[in-house]
């Protein structure tokens, strides 16, 4: 039995419920503006700097898709489709404005709808390069300085280069922070779950920052002192693959005797890899981190993304990887045999899962992964 850790649950308390949590109603009691974005290439301290919170949209919760199909094809992805069925039944009713990026032609359609028949008052999207060249570097800057100046316009406020410079710092050390937290999985005996990982990482989506920083600085002083998780006898799994914001998923697979000790998700690693160099003026230090952070199925080469995967791989000891794909993912489904087929020759087991967007087949799920850990111990 895990010990349950006090300033988790203070965590998931403030950033329940879902979508709306009481952090963000306690922002919006004080007459403050609250912004969604869609995608992790969206640099959230721009949001920041000009007084509001930055949140992330998802579709946690969207069990039956109904209103959704209306205006989006049956074939595009159900994370898509999930958060615009939210936004029509109004779930979404409390922000003043969504970003998103052209990560993925069902996002931009989930905007394209979002922008036309949905009356959040600031709507607003990126277009992000799909390399990583100087000139690339140059675009998404530009791009980021007309985020930038449309914020100010719309919102009355100055978003200024010292805002900029100190929301930076902010959001920097949430990254430190969550390193020093993956720090804690490395080990045989890691001190936190996967699924503990998950919950964290969601609830600095869903609070103020320097409330979340203050929070997590206290959970990794109480981590010391709790029993190991494991020692040694868990399997030790890494979850690559598209957007997984459900750690129910993570505690199924955990509960059957493994430890995820990292992953390769955009509500992971993707998230926080990387700091922003506060050297260089800020707009453009913020379009070199986010073009540069660990790439998306999206970006190209693919060499970059299998690097990180190895890197990840051999720096958390894993001993298998679960490739899990939402059903419609194109980007991620065509990266998938090639990315499969390295990891296998590496020697790294890999097991496939075609997943509906939430927890629809968990059942099934939990059968393939128990017969996945069975073959992996019959391998060792």
């Avoid at 349950?4 to 998931?12: G, H, M, N, R």
């Amino acid at each position: 039995m895990e010990q349950s850790l006090k300033v988790l649950e203070e965590l998931k308390e403030a950033s329940s419920p879902f979508p709306q949590s009481k952090a963000i109603q306690a922002w919006k009691a004080q007459g403050k503006k609250v912004v969604g974005w869609i995608c992790t290439y969206i640099p959230e301290e721009i949001i920041e700097a000009g007084g509001m919170l930055p949140i992330r949209v998802t579709g946690a919760k969207a069990e039956d898709i109904t209103e959704a199909d209306a205006y989006l094809y049956a074939n595009t992805c159900t994370f898509a489709r999930g958060c615009l069925e939210l936004a029509l039944r109004k779930d979404y009713d409390f922000l003043d404005g969504v970003v998103s990026g052209t990560s993925c032609d069902p996002i931009r359609r989930l905007f394209d709808v979002w922008n036309n028949y949905l009356q959040t008052p600031f709507r607003h999207i990126v277009s992000v390069p799909h390399k990583i060249t100087p000139e690339a570097e140059e675009f998404f800057a530009q791009q980021l300085r007309h985020l930038k100046q449309e914020l100010e316009e719309f919102f009355q406020v100055d978003i200024t280069t010292d805002k900029l410079r100190e929301t930076i710092k902010l959001y920097n050390k949430s990254r430190e922070l969550f390193r020093k937290l993956y720090d804690f999985r490395k080990s045989g005996g890691p001190l936190i779950s996967g699924t503990e990982t998950m919950e964290i990482i969601q609830a600095s989506m869903r609070m103020p920052r320097a409330e979340f920083n203050s929070q997590l600085e206290r959970l990794l002083a109480e981590l010391p002192q709790r029993q190991a998780l494991s020692n040694g006898d868990r399997p030790r799994l890494m979850v690559v693959g598209s957007i997984l914001d459900r750690p129910e998923f993570i505690n199924a697979i955990e509960s059957l005797g493994a430890i995820v000790v990292t992953d390769e998700l955009c509500t992971g690693t993707r998230f926080w890899w990387n700091l922003t160099d506060t050297t260089l003026e800020p707009i453009e230090a913020l379009a070199k981190r986010y073009l540069n952070h660990p790439p998306c199925a999206r970006m190209r080469p693919f060499s970059m993304r299998m690097d990180f995967v190895m890197g990840l791989i051999n720096e958390f000891k894993v001993e298998g990887v679960i490739y899990e794909i939402i059903k419609f993912c194109d980007v991620y489904g065509h990266d998938k045999p090639v990315m499969k087929q390295k990891l296998e020759d590496a020697g790294i087991p890999v097991l496939e899962l075609d997943l509906e967007y939430g927890m629809g087949g968990i059942g099934q799920i939990r059968t393939r992964v128990e017969a996945f850990l069975e073959m992996m111990k019959v391998g060792k």
